[in-house]
């Protein structure tokens, strides 16, 4: 199951309700749940209403509810340490004056102040990130996810149009990895050797959905091997359409270009079973179901290992046991309006 935020945790605290979301995804056959962004323990990390935060007596409580009910119905389940960096909105919690946090520090006509990180807030950011991995391990998670995708914080230090820095953390993109690796490393020394470190990254941006951070193998080399060797355990690649070649004269998605340079496992995402992105979903176009044949197809080539399914696992929580089952014109589409009433 694919990270998706929710909006669904009131000050933070993931309640009962999204304990039982989790568990009903667990016994209708999903093997790994990936959870929704939760906020590490840093100033500026949150960016939107009701997001579940990592830190703290009460929201840890309610994690551990959520990994106790997910294991009990089979499943295994991760977090996905989270901060958006200056995607942060005006007035959002846990403190409404806290500005948004990023590469530089920008102050754009009618929004949130971004402040560039200084040496020390980077250093926070970092030992924010290691905390949270070690509050995951005590908590009986089965490993964490890193989200460095989407223009959030460590994405923006990666894209060389957010970050124009001109120390150790920006300028080529080897120095533009420097956050990633320092958050990498901290996360590594703060578990133990067998638990498990994802790493999400992508190409694409909010602003701009055909971004590039490497434009061909050779500069996905320079990038991927580096975090790799911080200590990474598998790679996520998201893309908004997994059956997209990632460059000419090959067919590998980016998913596969992945598992070809590092060796490493790699999950693969993407408007699997739907026949829309989630973009065209959340702006009112109903994604409708499709087959899964080429996803198959892609597998048994061994182009990735795990596949992430988002919308679909968000309309019907029993859509990995239809398609299994052959049930595929039972599967609900997926709207916008289904966000409302999700349970």
Not at 232 to 249: L, M
Request: with cysteine; proline share 5%.
């Amino acid at each position: 199951m694919a990270p998706m935020t929710r909006n669904f945790s009131p000050r933070g605290i993931p309640d009962r309700n999204v304990a039982s979301y989790y568990r009903k995804r667990a016994e209708s056959g999903v093997g790994l749940i990936i959870t929704e962004g939760t906020t590490v323990n840093h100033k500026g990390a949150n960016g939107y209403p009701k997001v579940p935060a990592f830190y703290g007596e009460q929201a840890l409580a309610g994690w551990k509810q959520v990994v106790e009910e997910v294991h009990e119905a089979g499943g295994l389940i991760i977090p996905q340490l989270w901060h958006v960096g200056y995607m942060r909105k005006r007035g959002i919690e846990p403190d409404p004056q806290v500005p948004g946090y990023g590469p530089m520090t920008v102050q754009a006509k009618g929004a949130i102040e971004t402040i560039g990180l200084t040496a020390e807030d980077i250093h926070d950011v970092v030992m924010a990130f290691a905390a949270a991995a070690r509050e995951a391990e005590n908590l009986g998670f089965d490993g964490l996810e890193i989200h460095g995708a989407h223009e959030y914080l460590i994405d923006q230090f990666f894209w060389e149009k957010s970050n124009q820095r001109t120390d150790e953390y920006g300028g080529s993109l080897e120095r533009r990895l420097q956050l990633a690796l320092d958050i990498i490393r901290a996360v590594r020394e703060a578990v133990s050797n067998n638990f498990m470190v994802v790493f999400r990254f992508s190409q694409w941006k909010q602003q701009d959905f055909n971004a590039k951070l490497a434009r061909n193998p050779e500069e996905l080399e320079r990038f991927l091997i580096p975090l790799a060797a911080a200590g990474v355990d598998v790679f996520h690649a998201s893309t908004r359409r997994f059956w997209e070649p990632e460059f000419e004269g090959s067919p590998l998605n980016l998913a596969g270009w992945t598992r070809k340079i590092t060796g490493k496992p790699v999950i693969t995402v993407g408007s699997v079973g739907l026949d829309t992105t989630f973009t065209s979903s959340f702006g009112g176009k109903t994604a409708h179901p499709t087959g899964i044949d080429e996803l198959i197809r892609r597998m048994e080539a061994d182009e990735f290992d795990l596949v992430a399914v988002g919308r679909a696992l968000l309309a019907d929580p029993d859509w990995i046991n239809k398609i299994r089952d052959g049930q595929d014109c039972e599967i609900e589409p997926f709207t916008k309006e289904a966000l409302e009433t999700l349970a």
